[in-house]
C-alpha cells in the first residue's frame, strides 16, 4: 500500500479467527499518544465509512483496515 494511500469503504479481507483488532486512531493526528519522533504532520491514513482516521504507523494503520468495526467498537478514535 503507498504511504498516503486512503482506504475506501471496503476492507481487504476478513480472517476467519476471531483475532482482537485494537488500535489508537484519532480524527486529528495531533490527537495520538505517539512514541518520540512522530511526526503529526506524516501521519499514516485511512477513511473508513467516510470519516478519515489517523495513526502512529503505518503498521497500525493496515491492522486497523484488517477489521476496523471490531478496532473502533474497542477502542473509539481519540477527539
Do not use: I, N
Not at 485511512?46 to 467498537?73: H, I, Q, V, W
Amino acid at each position: 500500500m503507498a504511504p498516503d494511500a486512503h482506504a475506501g469503504h471496503g476492507v481487504a479481507s476478513r480472517s476467519s479467527s476471531a483475532t482482537m483488532v485494537m488500535v489508537q486512531t484519532a480524527y486529528t493526528p495531533a490527537k495520538l499518544t505517539c512514541p518520540p519522533g512522530f511526526d503529526p504532520m506524516t501521519a499514516p491514513m485511512a477513511t473508513y465509512e467516510g470519516k478519515t482516521y489517523y495513526f502512529c504507523s503505518a503498521a497500525e494503520r493496515d491492522r486497523f483496515l484488517s477489521d476496523p468495526r471490531m478496532s473502533l467498537s474497542m477502542m473509539p478514535p481519540k477527539q
